[in-house]
């Protein structure tokens, strides 16, 4: 109610309420407005609103900042498509036909396009300025629709790309060195792979080829090509470590995870560790599994890790000590094998010292061979295949090392049965025949060292060449039952012969092994795809040497014999 004869104005309760709402209201509107005025001369981002024809009708002070045209330059006197790369306009158009199956003209229409049907679309478009320049910018645009649903316009808000595509060009540009130092590292460990291997070729191929030798060496002889080899087959140990690492480091390394048996995997370590265990005095227990176990790994790196794991155990033993191999599933889904020895036991900060490279915690004083980069490489290995590693050690009682795998179902073959992924040696039976085996190869050492290999051989006639455009040469004109192929040739490199000895019919079915100092995996690997019968590296062990080299001549056999079978029928 009002009071006569006042200026005060006086309101019952819902006076009261209606007023409040009343200002709020207001406030609110004035906020409103003030946010729209905000946004509409906002000089940081462009705000262009044209007609449904596409013609500007609105163009804000960000636009006119952006670009360098006033609005009245160009409301109601151009579209966007105007202040756009007009090779981006053609190319969106383009694009958009092709998702649509339909004709889009270049334009305005083929910027507004997905908008008129409701999309709202974000793209990355070129702006052109009133001075010519140009820069990236990120366009969103938006139909404007009436009360009925028809289309009145379109909304256009753009905001300048500018720093984030610089960002991105160094980003881009950071990749590439860092990719070419990638490469120029893998190129790099490579060549030091194969210059660090070729001399040793020779020197523990020689050797082996003493300490077999007839008549036998006498016992004086004997010792001095034991420390010969001893010495050498260290050094290598020693490069691949190094090499390994340095793969791991710079993510090269590559691995093939599928199922693998431990049990299998376990049989063949306990076969190459045991001559070890037993020239120490060693006593080592492998466990017995209950039920097959398999796990998703690298077969070759497993063994790797396992064998690492078992000679570290022994070589850090007290005389006459034991290493026992135990597993436990008490984790879901995961398996843990651990390595147990009666040494003497780490110390809390030499435990936490383990995983660091090169450190030997103070072994190089007691007289072991070592570079302090085996677990290293086995703690990456093991993470590489999504495992776990660790330690417990007590001074005086030993150590434990473990390490979890992921648990997988056994691998199937079609028919349903296992599949077995146990080496089974070969049993080939040499004829009385004599076969013919061409060896291409530069290094007059490693020739030298095959044919001292292959004089052994009865049954086998050598023929060399010295470069990969010879080596063709002789293979056709004398068509051996094998090839044995450098990689390094001078002229063409061997897997260039191979692949010309692979497009020849008269040359096409005979085996070609590669011998080779290049023993980097991808090398390996590009090796084996580019279809070399075997990869060997140097250096040669005799024993792997001779059991490829017989694979290959019974393999050329029952290629020489289906092609015999083909020509009778």
């Known amino acids: 109610m009002f009071k006569e004869g006042s200026d005060s104005v006086m309101l019952d309760d819902t006076g009261k309420a209606d007023g409040i709402t009343e200002v709020r209201r207001q406030a609110a509107l004035l906020k409103t407005g003030a946010l729209q005025n905000a946004i509409l001369t906002s000089a940081n981002f462009s705000i262009i609103a044209t007609d449904e024809k596409g013609i500007i009708q609105l163009f804000n002070v960000g636009a006119e900042r952006m670009l ?3 609005a009245a330059e160009v409301v109601n006197k151009i579209n966007p498509s105007d202040i756009h790369d007009p090779r981006e306009v053609k190319a969106r158009a383009q694009t958009l036909s092709l998702e649509l199956g339909t004709t889009i003209t270049p334009g305005f229409e083929a910027l507004a396009f997905k908008a008129s049907r409701g999309i709202e679309d974000i793209y990355e478009l070129t702006y052109i300025c009133k001075d010519g320049s140009r820069f990236p910018a990120i366009v969103s645009i938006t139909a404007l629709r009436d009360d ?11 905001t300048d790309n500018s720093v984030r595509k610089q960002v991105e060009l160094e980003l881009n540009k950071a990749m590439a060195v860092a990719e070419k130092a990638n490469l120029a590292k893998s190129d790099f460990l490579s060549s030091m792979s194969h210059e660090l291997r070729t001399p040793l070729s020779a020197i523990l191929g020689f050797a082996q080829l003493m300490e ?24 290598l140990e ?3 470590e190094i090499l ?28 190459m560790i045991e001559p070890q265990a037993q020239k120490r005095g060693i006593s080592v227990a492998f466990p017995q599994f209950d039920i097959p176990y398999f796990v998703q790994a690298d077969r070759t790196r497993v063994k790797q890790v ?3 794991l078992l000679s570290n155990a022994i070589k850090y033993n007290r005389a006459g000590g034991t290493v026992a191999v135990e597993h ?16 003497e036991g780490l110390t809390a900060d030499k435990l936490a010292q383990l995983f660091q490279p090169f450190n030997r915690l103070g072994q190089e004083a007691n007289g072991e061979e070592g570079t302090g980069i085996g677990l290293v ?10 495992g776990a590693i660790g330690a417990e050690s007590t001074v005086g009682t030993g150590s434990v090392f473990w390490i979890e795998l992921n648990l997988t179902a056994e691998r199937r073959a079609a028919h349903g049965t296992a599949i077995s992924s146990a080496v089974v040696p070969s049993q080939v039976q040499t004829d009385a025949q004599l076969r013919t085996l061409l060896y291409v190869e530069d290094n007059p050492a490693n020739l030298m060292l095959v044919e001292d290999l292959i004089a052994r051989r009865s049954d086998i006639r050598l023929l060399s060449a010295r470069d990969g455009n010879r080596g063709i040469e002789i293979a056709r004109a004398s068509r051996p039952d094998v090839i044995l192929m450098d990689i390094n040739l001078p002229g063409i490199s061997g897997l260039r012969a191979l692949r010309v000895l692979a497009q020849d019919p008269t040359t096409a079915h005979i085996p070609v092994v590669a011998l080779s100092a290049n023993a980097i995996p991808r090398d390996i690997e590009k090796g084996l795809e580019a279809g070399f019968f075997r990869y060997l590296t140097k250096p040669i062990k005799v024993a792997e040497f001779m059991a490829t080299l017989d694979l290959a001549l019974e393999f050329a056999k029952t290629q020489s014999a289906g092609a015999i079978t083909e020509k009778t029928a």
């Not at 077999?212 to 050094?235: C, E, F, H, N, V």
């Not at 436990?328 to 040494?343: E, L």
């Not at 703690?379 to 999504?386: F, N, P, S, V």
């Open 68 to 70: 360098g045209y006033l």
């Open 148 to 158: 009925y649903g028809h289309i009145i316009g379109y909304l256009l808000i753009g």
């Open 212 to 235: 077999s030798g007839s008549p036998a060496p006498t016992a004086s002889q004997k010792r001095s090509i034991d420390q010969i080899l001893q010495a050498g087959w260290y050094l």
């Open 238 to 240: 020693l490069i691949n």
């Open 244 to 271: 390994d690492l340095a793969l791991i480091e710079s993510g090269k390394l590559s691995l093939s995870l599928e199922p693998i048996s431990l049990a299998e995997v376990m049989l063949e370590c306990q076969d």
């Open 306 to 308: 396992f064998i690492n």
């Open 328 to 343: 436990i599933t008490s984790t879901p889904g995961r398996i843990r094998i651990c390595v147990r020895d009666s040494g």
């Open 377 to 386: 490489t086995t703690k990456r290995l093991i993470e590489l295949m999504g």
